[in-house]
Structures are given as structure tokens and as C-alpha cells.
């Protein structure tokens, strides 16, 4: 069995929904997770997508979060949010993690906390919110059934997957403690799924809009696909599609895509 497995941070699906029905037409992607939705459940469009022939588990407020997963091949098990997952402010949990069972693959779609600066109250909660996220997959990872856990989780692995890494000292996403809470959960038994560029030499998921980040490539790979055994045995292929960066009303991050033989 063949499938087509993406994530993508969309930068609000309201402003980026011509782009997204036209990228799923054209990429045959089978399961899409967003990210960033901006967008209440109350609120997403539902209809066109079903059009298309996806189902769409939600999990969104309307204010700058929001996660989702598109299926064409079946939606079960839906669960909305970590166990013991914390907040920001602490009684307030923001909509940043959907669970979900399509076809022969469990997946997680994962919008994490940008942390801000480091020191601040929602740098501490971006490495909570991680220990979290470690704690949820441990039954998962360790079974059978494919599993992954994609989305943006604003953190670049190493230095090569930041396009000037002097530039980021002492600022959040290139840490030693955020990246020791992604060694965490390799270390739970997830394997980063390192897609490939379809141009340059590295395969940056995100560029800024300002100072010409796309055109100049001023990149950084934080859209991640993290898999348990299973999953990774049935990798086939993995790419950015930087086309879709390109244009008009683009995201400011590019789709991650992953082939799948089962």
C-alpha cells in the first residue's frame, strides 16, 4: 500500500485555503497535517475540503494556533490535546496537538510553543509543553502500527539546519535544552525523517518573509517528521516542496511530504 503522508504549517487556512485545495489536487497527498490554523472548528472549511474527498479532524480556537489533519483514507481514534499537557497562561491550554488514526498509520499533527526568548514564561513552557509530547507517544512508539509525530516544532535539530547559526546565539530554537527535548523523544525511540531538498543543499522548511529570507534562502528546517521503527522501515522517499513556498500569498513554510510503502 502506497501513501502519501505531509505536514504543513499553512499560516492561517483562511488566507492560504486557494493554495491549499489547489496543492492537494496536485500533490495526490493522502493525509495532510496542518499547522497554524488560526481558524475556530466552527470556522474551517470543512465543506470544500470534502469536496475534494477529506475528512478534517480539527482542534483550533480561532486565535494563533490551531492543528488539523486532512485524511482521504479514514479518520479514527480522534484525540485533541496531550495527556497532562500544560498551558500558556497555566489555566489556559492551547490547541497545539490532534491524534489520529488513518488507515494503517497512527499520527500526531504538532503545533509547538515558539518560546519567545529565552527566560521568558513561555520559553519554560515551550520545554513543558515538549515533556508532554514525550510522555504521549511512549505506548505508540513502541508498537506495531506505523506512527509519527509531524508539524512544526520550532526547533532546528543541529546547526546545519539553520542557514546562519551565529546569528541565532542566545535566541530560542537552537538551544541546548530545546534541542535536548528533541534528543528526548528520539530517545523514546522516534527517528527524524530528514526529507530532501528539491533545491540547495539543505532542506529548510521555513524562511521568513522579511529581508528577502525565501529569494536569499535564509532557511531554517523546523517542520519535522519524527517516527517510530515501523514507519521509517516504509520511508520511500521524503521532500520539501519549496515550490509552494514560492508566489503570491504563500505560507511562510513549505510543505514536508513523505512516501510511504506499506
Known amino acids: 500500500m502506497a501513501l502519501r503522508i505531509a505536514t504543513w504549517?499553512?499560516?492561517?487556512?483562511?488566507?492560504r485555503?486557494?493554495?491549499?485545495?489547489a496543492w492537494l489536487q496536485s500533490s495526490s497527498t493522502d493525509v495532510l497535517c496542518l499547522q497554524e490554523l488560526k481558524c475556530a472548528d466552527a470556522s474551517f472549511p470543512y465543506e470544500q475540503l470534502r469536496e475534494l474527498g477529506y475528512e478534517a479532524a480539527v482542534h483550533g480556537t480561532g486565535r494563533w494556533n490551531g492543528v488539523a489533519v486532512l485524511s482521504?483514507?479514514?479518520?479514527?481514534?480522534?484525540?485533541r490535546g496531550l495527556p497532562d499537557e500544560p498551558g500558556y497562561p497555566a489555566d489556559?491550554?492551547?490547541?497545539?496537538?490532534?491524534?489520529?488514526?488513518?488507515?494503517p498509520v497512527k499520527i500526531w499533527s504538532v503545533y509547538a510553543p515558539n518560546g519567545r526568548e529565552v527566560g521568558h514564561d513561555?520559553?519554560?513552557?515551550?520545554?513543558?509543553w515538549f515533556e508532554a509530547l514525550r510522555a504521549a507517544v511512549g505506548e505508540d512508539v513502541a508498537g506495531e502500527r506505523p506512527f509519527a509525530v509531524l508539524g512544526d516544532y520550532n526547533v532546528a535539530p543541529t546547526d546545519d539546519d539553520v542557514w546562519d547559526p551565529a546569528l541565532f546565539e542566545g535566541l530560542t530554537h537552537v538551544?541546548?535544552?530545546?534541542r535536548a527535548a528533541l534528543a528526548a523523544l528520539r530517545d523514546a525511540g522516534l527517528t527524524d525523517v530528514v526529507p530532501r531538498p528539491l533545491k540547495y543543499d539543505r532542506p529548510y522548511t521555513y524562511w521568513d518573509?522579511?529581508?528577502l529570507g525565501f529569494p536569499k534562502n535564509k532557511g531554517m528546517r523546523i517542520d519535522l517528521v519524527y517516527a517510530n521503527a515501523p514507519f521509517t522501515k516504509a520511508v520511500g522517499d521524503a521532500y520539501v516542496d519549496r515550490e509552494e513556498r514560492k508566489g503570491k500569498g504563500a505560507s511562510d513554510h513549505a510543505p514536508v511530504v513523505v512516501d510511504l510503502d506499506l
Open 9 to 15: 504549517n499553512v499560516n492561517s487556512i483562511t488566507a
Open 17 to 21: 485555503l486557494p493554495r491549499l485545495l
Open 72 to 79: 482521504r483514507i479514514g479518520l479514527q481514534g480522534v484525540t
Open 92 to 103: 489556559d491550554t492551547e490547541p497545539r496537538a490532534i491524534a489520529v488514526t488513518c488507515g
Open 122 to 128: 513561555h520559553y519554560d513552557y515551550k520545554l513543558r
Open 175 to 178: 538551544t541546548p535544552a530545546e
Open 209 to 211: 518573509y522579511r529581508g
